[in-house]
Each structure stands twice: as structure tokens, then as C-alpha cells.
């Protein structure tokens, strides 16, 4: 059984930085695509980064690229590192997989559809405060 776990959220100030922590199990990394979602308050939930493990490319959105940055490490936990956030930022972060393991580079915008994800993670609250 596929599982993640998100963990690493909190309340910072605006300016500050946070990195979340995506534990996964019950997946082979390489036969998965890993992502980061957000929904902010009052918003449908957004695609924010994914980690191709067929690959090892990954894709930023434009929101947040040159601030937040998608890594994993030798266990299988992926992160997202989220430098100078802003209050805009505040919202649930989802942690989330799927089998179709396309280079996240070449796919772009598309590899962050919500629809192309099967398993999906409880969710870490973040609230950044001005």
C-alpha cells in the first residue's frame, strides 16, 4: 500500500523559510512521479513541484520557482524547500504520487495536473503571517 506522509509545516513570519518532508512507502521510486500540491484558503488546490523518478527531472511552477525547490534523499523522502514565503503561501501542502513517470522537465506544466495522481498524503498546514 502506497502511503505519504507530510510533515514540517507550522506558522512563520513572511520572509522566513520552511521545508516540508514527504515520507513515502509502499512505492518503488523510480515507477513514480512525486508532487507537492497546495490549496489555499478559499482556492482549488494547485500544483506546485514534482520530482520525476523515472528521470530524476523535476519542474517548478511558476509561482514559486526561484523560491521553493522539489529534492528527495536516499530514502525516498521528498522536500520542499520554501525560502522568503509570504502570507499568499498559507494553505494545506499535499504530498502526492503517480505511476506515470514521464520526465518532469520535458512534461512542464502538464506533470502537475491534480488528475494524474493516484495516492495522496493527509496534508501539512502552513500559515505564513505578515
Known amino acids: 500500500e502506497v502511503q505519504l506522509v507530510e510533515s514540517g509545516g507550522g506558522l512563520v513570519q513572511a520572509g522566513e523559510s520552511l521545508r516540508l518532508s514527504c515520507a513515502t512507502s509502499?512505492?518503488?521510486?523510480?515507477?513514480?512521479?512525486i508532487a507537492w500540491f497546495r490549496r489555499a484558503p478559499g482556492k482549488e488546490r494547485e500544483g506546485l513541484a514534482c520530482?520525476?523518478?523515472?528521470?530524476?527531472?523535476t519542474y517548478h511552477s511558476h509561482s514559486v520557482a526561484g523560491r521553493f525547490s522539489i529534492s528527495k534523499d536516499n530514502t525516498n523522502t521528498v522536500y520542499l524547500q520554501m525560502n522568503s514565503l509570504k502570507p499568499e503561501d498559507t494553505g494545506v501542502y499535499y504530498c502526492a504520487a503517480s505511476t506515470r513517470v514521464e520526465s518532469a522537465q520535458a512534461m512542464g506544466v502538464i506533470a502537475l495536473v491534480e488528475g494524474w495522481y493516484d495516492h495522496w498524503g493527509r496534508g501539512t498546514q502552513v500559515s505564513v503571517s505578515s
Open positions: 509502499g512505492l518503488a521510486f523510480e515507477d513514480y512521479t
Open positions: 520530482f520525476s523518478g523515472g528521470d530524476g527531472t
